[in-house]
């Protein structure tokens, strides 16, 4: 039967299948160490090359396959004892993977291998052997010739032959599956056959026992057909059966190979959750789709509760239980998106390990709370950040193993990273027990590159807080590792957009931690509802400080424009709204002049907290809190400056999430026109 | 129409292996390593066994001799999916009970030639 099957279809599968595979090998190559012997990590790394080895020959990406079959003939060796683990290897290995992860890139972009350094590698693969290994070494490269393809050349010869074909099976044939007749039909399919049947093992009648194979073959074939077709048809029941393969002409006999065994295969255990692939747009229309249900329940109350004390108290009760539905639908639903920090975390290990033993350093690091549960998209953006930061603690916190020694501490640097929930976020602390920040140093660094002026007035914090500074960096020498161009302000930044923040804290010669605090998703946010004439806004809850009453008499104007208010021992910036977002006095719209009417305009001052900064938010009045559902205003209008995004209300108008550090640090640049929104 | 019994622990070739056997108008039960598979072979019969031999939890050499531990696939064709072409892995296979095996790679025509040879 002939099948046309478009195998592309397969190939995004298999993408994804084979990057999880690297991800694996990755992972458990870093946990190998030189000297040990942990078969249960080796056939891990093993079953995952072998199995991309598999698929991309089968999908067509003949290149992978053999580049994967050089890694794999490697980690064979190793998993038979006649290679050792080596740093060397595990280096190698991964470089390895390093190399299939962009041949894998190659071809999903369509782009070309990077032949050269494929070619170089295959080479180092093929050319590795541990020093005990050597007289393996014949083997070696025995295994490594390329596997045998299904041979079809011989079939062009075209003579006619006749063979004769002596088939005597063991009596147990059948337990193996396998059939006489089946076998004999194929030959049918090879030539002219003429069968004669051996009855000669027959047993009596009352010592036959149906399940086994009693008769043999004696079978004349002709056709244009040679050994190897012929042997192919008995390759499975090769060592069951007595079997003489003879050209009548030729007279030659293949043997009868019976090999020995090798030991039983290994099997290792697996914790793997049952489960299906679905794409992320999907999950995200679905969250979209319960997002307008939680803003159509709210509308439904507030619809319900102004109807008055008329309202059925059964209408009030469907009302409730609706209510308790759509939150669980909403917080299972959104439970989908969540995955666990351990995905982050994966490049992690590799990052330190290469990074230690380029600069010579011993660093050991410690994953706590990997399970710790968060959303796909924050997790996907953290990465970067934590990967910069990890960097950094190698770079410019751990110590050379001397100058540990010297210093008293175990030349061992540690570095942890330890995730967990605290209240509705995810805590993410990089710690390590180097150097610490030099408070002296980064002033001197901070003057110098005019990020401040000489007479300052900054405390430890805010002096440590200055390497988030854009245009800073204290290393003497840039590192080729550290100095990627990127800055701690670009990692503040990315945590800022996330809706997080980051602190420091550092002790000099006992160590620094960065905290980085995230919210744990980025559809839902707790807002309080704020008033500012015409117009409501939502101000994220995480990041208030306070509400204030405005008092005139605690404010100073510096420079005519920046107006100073005194909070506690500090002066912290007001931002008025009315002049940021060019807001009409609140005369136009009906529910203002309600607001207006009965309650006089109260001027609060909305203080919050974005990394070290303090400021604050003039508005007339400050309505309740609420949890909004997050609808981004860059999809559906347009980015506006100093607003993250937009909710609707349970009365049905729609509120701007105001986005608090934007508004911050732009609140002397030119208004934005809000009536355009 | 047969019924086969698919065990492979890679999505990508259970699915291609599937797609081309339905095409052929087999009916497919899929599994995703042994441990699994011999689950569901304890309430299900099947006219065929595919199964990998590199698989979490029971890779396919000890699943095909666990089947052939149970009365239902004492007799039941038993092909290995692999890409173990060497001969010792193919004895201790056979020596487990398979009955045969399906290099991989392999296309579907291929695929399909070889069930025929035991259906």
Redesign the interface.
């Known amino acids: ?3 046309d ?1 478009d ?1 592309s ?2 190939h995004d ?2 993408f ?2 084979a990057i999880e595979g690297i991800e694996i090998m990755e992972k458990e190559l870093l946990n190998l160490k030189p000297g040990t012997d942990d078969s249960d990590i080796i056939n ?1 790394i ?2 995952a090359a ?2 991309i ?3 991309a ?3 067509g990406f003949e290149e992978i ?1 053999k580049f994967t079959h050089s890694i794999e003939s490697k980690l064979d060796s190793l998993r038979n004892d006649e290679l050792e683990i080596t740093q060397e290897l595990i280096t190698l290995l991964l470089s390895s993977v390093d190399c299939l992860n962009n041949m894998l890139s190659s071809e999903r972009s369509g782009k070309e291998h990077d032949t050269s350094s494929i070619d170089t590698i295959t080479t180092k693969l093929d050319e590795y052997y541990s020093p005990a290994s050597a007289a393996e070494k014949n083997r070696e490269i025995r295994q490594d010739e390329p ?2 393809q ?1 041979t079809t050349a011989d079939a062009a010869d075209s003579a006619v032959r006749k063979w004769k074909i002596n088939f005597f099976p063991d009596e147990k044939l ?6 006489p007749l ?1 076998l004999i039909r ?1 030959l049918k399919t090879l030539g002219k056959l003429t069968v004669e049947a051996s009855i000669d093992k027959l047993p009596d009648y009352s010592e036959l026992d149906v ?1 086994n194979s009693y008769l043999g073959w004696v079978i004349d074939l002709e056709g244009t057909v040679n050994q190897e077709q012929i042997e192919e048809v008995f ?2 029941v090769e ?2 059966c007595k079997l003489s393969i003879r050209n009548e002409t030729e007279h030659r006999v293949i043997p009868d190979r019976r ?1 020995n ?2 030991p ?2 290994r ?4 914790n ?1 959750h ?1 489960s299906i ?1 679905v794409s992320t747009d999907k999950v995200d229309e679905l969250l979209n789709l319960v997002g307008e249900l939680v803003i159509t329940q709210s509308i439904l109350n507030s619809v319900c509760n102004t109807q008055g004390p008329g309202t059925s108290e059964r209408l009030h009760q469907c009302l409730e239980q609706l209510e308790r539905n759509t939150r669980d639908l909403q917080q299972q639903t959104m439970s989908i998106r969540m995955l666990p920090i351990d995905n982050a975390f994966q490049r992690i290990p590799r990052i330190v390990h290469d990074l230690s033993i380029a600069q010579g350093k011993n660093v050991t690091l410690k994953l706590i709370g990997e399970s710790t549960e968060l959303d796909k998209t924050v997790l996907e953006k953290i990465g970067d950040p934590l990967v910069h930061l990890v960097r950094n603690a190698i770079d410019h916190g751990i110590e050379m193993p001397a100058e540990r020694a010297s210093a008293g501490k175990p030349e061992n640097g540690v570095i942890t990273i330890k995730a967990e929930h605290e209240g509705g976020h995810i805590v993410l602390r990089i710690s390590d027990d180097g150097k610490g920040i030099d408070t002296d140093t980064l002033l001197a660094k901070a003057i110098e590159k005019n990020i401040i002026n000489d007479n300052h007035d900054l405390t430890e914090t805010q002096i440590m807080n200055l390497i988030f500074q854009p245009g800073f960096s204290t290393a003497a020498v840039i590192s080729d590792i550290s100095g990627r161009g990127v800055g701690m302000d670009v990692v503040r930044q990315n945590i800022t957009d996330l809706g997080g923040s980051v602190e420091i804290s550092s002790e000099k010669g006992i160590g620094s931690t960065f905290t980085i605090k995230l919210p744990l998703t980025l559809a839902i946010l707790d807002g309080q509802i704020v008033k500012v004439g015409d117009q409501t806004f939502i101000i994220p809850l995480h990041s208030i400080a306070e509400t204030l009453m405005f008092d005139k008499e605690q404010t100073n104007t510096i420079a005519e424009k920046k107006e100073l208010y005194q909070y506690r021992d500090k002066y912290i910036p007001v931002i008025r709204l009315y002049e940021s977002f060019d807001i009409k006095a609140s005369t136009s719209s009906d529910t203002d002049k309600l607001i207006s009417s009965t309650k006089r305009q109260k001027d609060l001052l909305v203080v919050f907290e974005t990394g070290d900064r303090h400021a604050g938010i003039l508005v007339d009045d400050v309505i309740g809190q609420q949890q909004v559902v997050i609808k981004s205003l860059e999809k559906n209008y347009d980015n506006v400056p100093g607003v993250t995004g937009a909710t609707i209300l349970g009365d049905g108008s729609v509120a701007l999430i105001l986005d608090v550090t934007t508004l911050s640090t732009q609140q002397y640049e030119p208004a934005v026109s809000l009536n355009t929104v | 129409m047969i019924n086969i019994l698919l065990v492979d622990d890679s999505v990508s070739m259970r699915e291609m292996v599937s797609f081309t056997l339905n095409q052929a108008g087999h009916n497919i039960t899929e599994a995703e390593d042994g441990v699994q598979a011999l689950e569901i072979a304890q309430s299900n019969t099947f006219d065929l066994v595919i199964t990998d031999i590199n698989m979490p939890r029971m890779d396919g050499i000890t699943l095909t001799a666990q089947l052939r531990g149970l009365d239902d696939f004492t007799f039941t064709p038993i092909l290995i999916l692999t890409t173990e072409t060497s001969e010792p892995r193919k004895i201790e296979a056979k020596q487990a009970g398979a009955t045969g095996w399906i290099e991989k790679p392999f296309d579907p025509d291929h695929l399909l030639a070889t069930i025929n040879k035991v259906i």
């Open positions: 039967m002939e099948i099957i195998m279809q397969f599968i298999f994804e299948e891990t093993f079953r072998h199995s080895k598999g698929s020959s089968t999908f396959g596997e045998p299904i059948f337990y193996t599956g396998n059939d089946r194929e399940h390759a499975w060592g069951d090999d065994t090798n039983a295969g099997r290792k255990t697996d793997e049952r692939r």
